[in-house]
């Protein structure tokens, strides 16, 4: 059955969720019932109903010890974990320890209810299918979901679970900083060379810069760095700090000027970290509601001299946008296998590069997965050889971070014909979800081929 090929997708935050619909060949936001295009994370619960949105953020003063907010926080982690128990201090709402897990307890009239984080974060996604289904008139259930690029494995899996109990087919999980980029047509055309793209990603709760590097429709994260310390309520606080003592609206930049610097440190220590310096970084990308404070784009302006700043669709739609987009690329192609899709869609966890050596000993390596790559993938590489060569040798190595490359296997080519032309080869990678890699090489001009195979590291 052919449809109209409309899906959404979805950017889960800290405070806020958004979702936008791909259709006709377009990404746009879409507005709730209450007519506002980002919907409070936050869920009220009452005796006989649940409430999700601007209503529940507002009743949160009366109903506080019954209102969720910020559940991602928890989504997917242990109930010892650090970021748990800091929730658990800062929340009205009380979190209780279930078989290790944290749980929320919610009193409804007269009895007490347990709600798990991956309840709260489903009533969540419903309202973002509600959302998008009145927007579009149909159902809708493919979408394409973001999660910041520290989210382990498991707090993946839980967002996965609470959209897939909401009633969604999840396509796949994209990283924030790559929607960002998507929404922008970042990295879309092939021709262009390698450069270095910056994303700035200021929310409600916490602020995170990533580097990646863009070649030719590949994204690949040089180097990102989180900082839940600091987010667009801690402005809010300083401010309402500040006018609960006296008003004088200009001198709001005064009173946060720590807060503005240390916004800003981050991608000082970033930089230094990927060995780049701000002329090295080719455009600026701002996301998340607080990047807009007038203050903060000029001190990013200010850090990268004529560089492109990229701000002009809204901050905090940008990333529903770019999954929405992704969504759209996903849709329109077939051969999914079913089987393929109820598993975890997973991003590879480190580079796979390929390393040629020739007769002179000199060593090349070349990168044929980029790590973050969303699974499965399948990758064509060509390269060339000396013509004098009756063999090759070709290595296939991993590379973790900022760890030396390892190892994983050898190719080996024999019997090439010399020739005065170089040897075109092709290498075609494919990576699994379950992180196995498989590598081919052709030898174009007489077709002579060999493969291997490396199991997943477990």
Do not use: W
């Not at 520290?150 to 999980?173: P, Y």
């Not at 869609?345 to 000199?362: C, F, N, P, R, W």
């Amino acid at each position: 059955m052919f449809s109209s090929m409309s899906a959404i997708g979805i950017h889960f935050g800290y405070t806020c969720a958004c979702v936008a619909v791909f259709k006709d060949g377009r990404a746009d936001v879409v507005a709730n019932d209450a007519g506002d295009r980002v919907t409070p994370a936050v869920v009220g619960y009452r005796d006989t109903e649940q409430i999700v949105g601007i209503a529940a953020k507002q009743g949160q003063v009366r109903n506080a010890a019954n209102t969720v907010v910020k559940v991602k926080q928890v989504l997917g982690r242990r109930f010892d974990d650090p970021v748990t128990q800091m929730h658990k201090a800062e929340t009205k709402c009380k979190v209780i320890n279930r078989e290790q897990m944290p749980c929320y307890e919610i009193i409804c009239g007269e009895h007490t209810e347990l709600v798990a984080p991956e309840d709260v974060a489903k009533l969540i996604f419903k309202k973002m299918k509600e959302t998008a289904q009145s927007a579009l008139g149909s159902d809708v259930t493919d979408t394409v979901i973001t999660v910041p690029f520290e989210f382990a494995h498991s707090q993946k899996r839980s967002l996965r679970e609470a959209a897939e109990a909401a009633g969604f087919h999840v396509l796949r999980m994209i990283h924030e900083p790559a929607a960002a980029l998507l929404a922008y047509n970042v990295g879309q055309d092939y021709s262009s060379g390698n450069s270095h793209v910056l994303v700035y990603k200021l929310g409600g709760t916490s602020l995170s810069v990533t580097v990646l590097q863009v070649n030719g429709g590949m994204l690949r994260v040089v180097s990102t760095r989180t900082d839940h310390s600091i987010g667009g309520e801690s402005f809010t606080q300083a401010l309402a700090q500040h006018l609960a003592s006296e008003f004088r609206r200009a001198r709001f930049e005064l009173l946060c000027s720590t807060l503005f610097n240390k916004s800003i440190q981050p991608i000082r220590s970033l930089l230094d970290e990927a060995g780049l310096c701000a002329g090295d970084i080719n455009k600026v990308v701002l996301c998340g509601g607080s990047s807009r404070i007038p203050r903060l784009q000029q001190m990013i302006r200010e850090m990268f001299l004529g560089v492109e700043l990229l701000n002009s669709a809204p901050p905090d739609e940008m990333i529903a946008v770019g999954a929405a987009m992704e969504a759209g690329l996903l849709v329109g192609r077939d051969g999914l296998a079913p089987e393929e899709e109820s598993v975890a869609v997973d991003v590879s966890a480190a580079d796979i590069l390929l390393k040629e050596v020739d007769e002179s000993g000199a060593q090349t390596f070349s990168i044929l997965l980029p790590v973050g790559t969303p699974l499965p993938a399948r990758r064509h590489h060509t390269f060339s050889a000396e013509g004098r060569l009756s063999s090759l040798c070709l290595e296939v190595y991993q590379k973790i971070a900022m760890q030396q490359p390892q190892k994983l296997s050898k190719i080996i080519l024999r019997d090439l014909q010399p020739s005065e032309d170089d040897h075109n080869i092709n290498a075609v990678v494919t990576m699994k979800r379950d992180g196995s890699v498989h590598v081919s090489c052709e030898v174009q001009s007489s077709g002579k081929s060999e493969a291997v195979t490396i199991a997943a590291a477990s």
